[in-house]
């Protein structure tokens, strides 16, 4: 059995995959498309251009709704959603959300605190907004918290692995859960499972530098602008970020998929 991930370890999405392969049990391997020598071939696998790509065997499959999905089917033990099927439900709403209402806000943060898409008053308000926003999601997640202290009912599973990546995420910006929340005493928990720490520690020595990260932008590296990270963009204030990298060519958006 074969099996890898495209990732970049500060990537949610990928953390996702990862630790549900932690979780099943699985054996994989990992390689950054940096390190490859086909990026043309790797925008074909991922045409968002974008982190992870799941490969098994001869199947290639990206986006990690979709990734999580795959893996809980072919290896269902242990499984990772809740049999009940409103759990399920409620699970795959949280995923939802935390793929991208959630993820928008720590997204855009690294893109005024890492890429230095703006400064001074305009970067001072948008880093407001983006903390404002996630403190209101905490207190979401708050009661989305079962009665046994997890997003997946009865015991740690995929709810829990949805949420983790995107609240350590929010830490990496000094944006923590109160103490003595559910949320805050969850994620104490969670991180002390010894399948986490691997991921969450190969994150954590991945994080960028800001002057290679803004001379990289200046170089044309691009990131991507797609649906819910525009929508936040504009609705923190930033609407003329987005002009300006349209101009520059240093922001980009989901080509034609083939």
């Known amino acids: 059995m074969s099996v890898s991930v495209l990732e970049h370890p500060l990537s949610p999405y990928a953390q996702k995959v990862k630790l549900a392969l932690r979780f099943k049990g699985i054996d994989y391997e990992v390689q950054q498309p940096m390190g490859t020598d086909d990026f043309e071939g790797f925008l074909i696998e991922s045409p968002r251009g974008e982190v992870p790509v799941f490969h098994h065997e001869d199947t290639v499959l990206y986006d990690s709704a979709v990734i999580g999905a795959y893996i ?25 959300a935390m793929d991208t209402h959630f993820e928008g806000n720590t997204w855009g943060l690294g893109e005024i605190r890492i890429f230095g898409r703006a400064e001074g008053v305009l970067a001072k308000r948008m880093c407001e907004f983006a903390e404002t926003e996630i403190r209101r999601w905490y207190q979401w997640l708050d ?7 997890w997003f997946n009912g009865a015991e740690y599973g995929w709810g829990d ?15 923590r859960p109160a103490s003595g929340s559910h949320l805050h005493d969850w ?3 969670v991180n002390a499972r010894e399948d986490v720490m691997h991921v969450t520690q190969a994150a954590q020595a991945a994080e960028l530098d800001p002057d290679i990260m803004r001379a990289a932008i200046q170089s044309g590296f691009k990131r991507e602008y797609r649906d819910h990270r525009l929508e936040w963009m504009i609705r923190a204030g930033g609407i003329e970020i987005v002009a300006a990298g349209i101009e520059a060519d240093n922001i980009r958006f989901n080509g034609s998929f083939t």
């Open 72 to 96: 809980d089917e072919t290896w269902p033990e242990p499984p990772l959603l809740p049999g009940d099927p409103l759990l399920r439900a409620q699970v795959r709403l949280i995923e939802d």
């Open 143 to 149: 009661t989305r918290l079962s009665e046994a202290g």
């Open 161 to 175: 692995i949805c949420v983790l990546p995107f609240v350590n995420g929010a830490g990496r910006f000094d944006i």
């Open 187 to 189: 994620l104490a928990r």
